[in-house]
Structures are given as C-alpha cells and as structure tokens.
C-alpha cells in the first residue's frame, strides 16, 4: 500500500470551499502513480516499453468532503491482477476519518489499443504486492 500525502489547494475546491468531486479522480491518479513506482514498475518506463494503462473503468463513493488546506491521505493498494489488466483500490483519508473510497481497472495496451498480457516480470512484481 502506498500512502500519498496531500494538502488541498484552493484550486481544487468548488464555490461550497469543498474538494470539486472530479479531483478525486486525480488523487486516485497521483496515489497510483506512487504506488508503481514504489514497488518498481514506473510508467514512464512502461510507455518507454511501449506498454500504456489507461482507465477502463472508474467507481467513487464520497461519504465526506475534503476542504482548503485540509492534509488528506490517498491510501492506494493493487486489488487484482490478471493476465492483462490491474485494479486498484482508494482510500482517501483525513486522519483516521475516510472521506472517499474507489477503485480504477487499467488494461494493459500498446499505441494502438490493444489489449497485451502484461509481462511476466511485471506481473509478478504487481502480484507480490496485491491486497485485497
């Protein structure tokens, strides 16, 4: 599980001083990057391989709103590996207090959208630190 610390913006509130919902999305973006990247699989050396990760399907429940200069916590952990596609699964926290759960399935596919078998090294790296 990676544990992504951020502190809200006054960009990313709406006129209610709240966390615009669709900025969630990019925590969940931020929160998987991390997470990659501290078990060892980096995008930018997966799009330099030719492989991509795109959204194929995204969920968010909010059960709280986040606020201006709140410290929020976007817990990101690798809920299931297949053959071809990972999902992930969200946490968005302030303190102990959860704010927004989700989860996003990532195919993997070339230039040209095509579906690929993630490779065997990657998969088990992805596999080793699977969560559910």
């Not at 997470?35 to 699989?41: C, T």
């Not at 709103?65 to 926290?93: G, L, R, W």
């Not at 302030?94 to 993630?118: A, Y």
């Amino acid at each position: 599980m990676n544990k992504l610390k951020l502190r809200i913006s006054y960009a990313d509130t709406d006129q209610m001083g709240m966390v615009y919902y669709a900025n969630y999305l990019k925590y969940f973006e931020r929160g998987r990057t991390e997470l990659l990247r501290e078990v060892g699989v980096n995008y930018k050396e997966l799009e330099a391989k030719g492989f991509y990760l795109p959204v194929l399907s995204a969920e968010c429940k909010y059960i709280s709103p986040a606020k201006y200069d709140d410290v929020i916590i976007v817990e990101t952990k690798i809920q299931e590996v297949t053959a071809a596609s990972i999902t992930c699964y969200y946490e968005v926290k302030l303190g102990e207090k959860i704010l927004v759960i989700g989860k996003t399935k990532h195919p993997f596919v070339n230039k040209d959208l095509k579906p690929m078998r993630i490779p065997k090294d990657i998969k088990e790296v992805l596999e080793k630190h699977l969560e559910k």
